[in-house]
């Protein structure tokens, strides 16, 4: 079993910045890759970031491209996700995923319980 649990939420204002963090615990955390999702009220989850096992490959939608950044730290069992230039249209509350290198949330078998991002305008 996985354990993830995200931090680094809150409210900031449109252009502002913000990282998320995922600290993984359970089985161990390098053989692995994971993702950041998020979801807005009345749409569907969608695909934020992806980082390989390594962290050598790292994927993102062209959404966000440019302005996040998805990093991983193998020694404190924790993934991140820096998001720089926010939009409103970023809120969201952000869930941190593992087992998967992929766009579709469920190639990932294991979740958190989501911490959500308001950009005000």
């Known amino acids: 079993q996985v354990q993830l649990v995200e931090s680094g939420g809150g409210l900031v204002q449109a252009g502002g910045s913000l990282r998320l963090s995922c600290a993984a615990s359970g089985r161990t955390f390098t053989s692995y890759g994971m993702g950041w999702f998020r979801q807005a009220p009345g749409k569907e989850r969608g695909f934020v970031a992806a980082i390989s096992w390594s962290g050598g490959s790292t994927y993102y939608p062209d959404s966000v491209k440019g302005r996040f950044t998805i990093s991983r730290d193998k020694f404190k069992n924790t993934v991140y996700l820096q998001m720089n230039s926010l939009k409103p249209e970023d809120t969201a509350l952000y869930y941190c995923?593992?087992?998967?290198?992929?766009?579709?949330?469920?190639?990932?078998?294991?979740w958190g319980q989501g911490t959500q991002v308001t950009v005000s305008s």
């Open positions: 995923a593992a087992d998967a290198v992929s766009k579709y949330p469920d190639d990932y078998h294991y």
